[in-house]
């Protein structure tokens, strides 16, 4: 039996048989071997090596207090706006390296797309979970800072699991939108990074959506979920005010990126050696 065969006879099982899942759980080992290759590659032959980590958020953190906290002075109450920003970064970071490199993962291992079969999903997919290294390395500055600046933690810090949760899934779910498309449109890569410029500073990150005047909030977390998400981690973690109609705005929307990027990219599966 050809690959060719096998590949054909792989498409046929549709997103509601449970066969596809079984298929990536049996190729984990794969799974897991790609994250470690990424992990790898990541910090290889680097002067600074694995301090990149942590420099990354600290130096955007450091620009974001100047340009943010002293410059413009946005409004953070009594939390201190390190502590404000960082919230933020933290999760915007995790979900800005997610769709970059899941966006790009399809085209860079092509070869061995042609070659064998796997499941094709466990390549984006295993981008998410090299994420977390960073998420976690953010999260733990963002704890010492909050120590540093004396900022109390929050009760709310008991919904944090559902909190991350959304956010692996906008992060998955847009990467793996991404790359599908990109197999079929290659110009999808060349705007990835300009939507990562410019939804850092159309994302709540550095400042609050309290900002947005009231007529266009309802649009504004229709057309970016991750903000909602943002705004409950940041409720999660220092407290204060969570609007729940706009949150739940953001689930529905996160929920139908995540649901629709399986069902595209499992529709792709079937022609996605052909076309590469």
Same mark, same amino acid.
């Given at each position: 039996m050809t690959v060719k065969t096998i590949i054909n006879n792989s498409s046929k099982i549709t997103f509601l048989n449970i066969n596809w899942l079984r298929d990536i759980i049996y190729y984990k080992d794969l799974f897991?071997?790609?994250?470690?290759?990424?992990?790898?590659?990541?910090?290889?032959?680097?002067?600074?090596?694995?301090?990149?980590?942590f420099l990354q958020p600290l130096a955007t953190l450091f620009i974001f207090f100047f340009v943010f906290g002293k410059a413009i002075k946005v409004d953070t109450g009594t939390i201190p706006y390190p502590v404000f920003a960082l919230i933020g970064l933290t999760a915007w970071s995790y979900f800005s390296f997610v769709i970059s490199t899941a966006g790009r993962s399809i085209i860079t291992e092509s070869a061995m797309i042609k070659k064998i079969y796997f499941p094709r999903l466990v390549i984006p997919l295993s981008k998410a979970l090299v994420g977390l290294i960073d998420f976690i390395i953010s999260f733990l500055l963002l704890i010492l800072s909050m120590i540093y600046?004396?900022?109390?933690?929050?009760?709310?810090?008991?919904?944090?699991? %559902?909190?991350? !949760?959304?956010?692996?899934? /906008?992060?998955? &779910?847009?990467?793996?939108?991404?790359? +599908?498309?990109?197999?079929?449109?290659?110009? %999808?890569?060349? !705007?990835?990074?300009?939507? /990562?410029?410019? &939804?850092?500073?159309?994302?709540?990150? +550095?400042y609050s959506s309290s900002l947005i005047p009231i007529k266009y909030q309802f649009i504004y977390h229709i057309l970016n979920p991750l903000a909602g998400v943002i705004e409950g981690f940041r409720w999660c973690m220092i407290g204060g005010e969570l609007r729940l109609t706009y949150f739940l705005y953001s689930i529905i929307i996160i929920c139908i990126i995540f649901i629709s990027s399986l069902f595209y990219f499992r529709k792709v599966e079937r022609v996605m050696a052909d076309i590469l």
């Open positions: 897991y071997t790609l994250a470690w290759r990424e992990f790898r590659v990541r910090y290889a032959q680097t002067f600074l090596g694995f301090a990149w980590a600046f004396q900022t109390p933690l929050s009760i709310n810090v008991l919904w944090l699991p %559902v909190f991350l !949760i959304l956010i692996i899934l /906008i992060s998955v &779910g847009v990467g793996i939108w991404i790359s +599908a498309l990109s197999i079929r449109f290659r110009d %999808v890569q060349h !705007i990835i990074p300009f939507y /990562i410029q410019i &939804g850092l500073y159309a994302t709540p990150v +550095a």
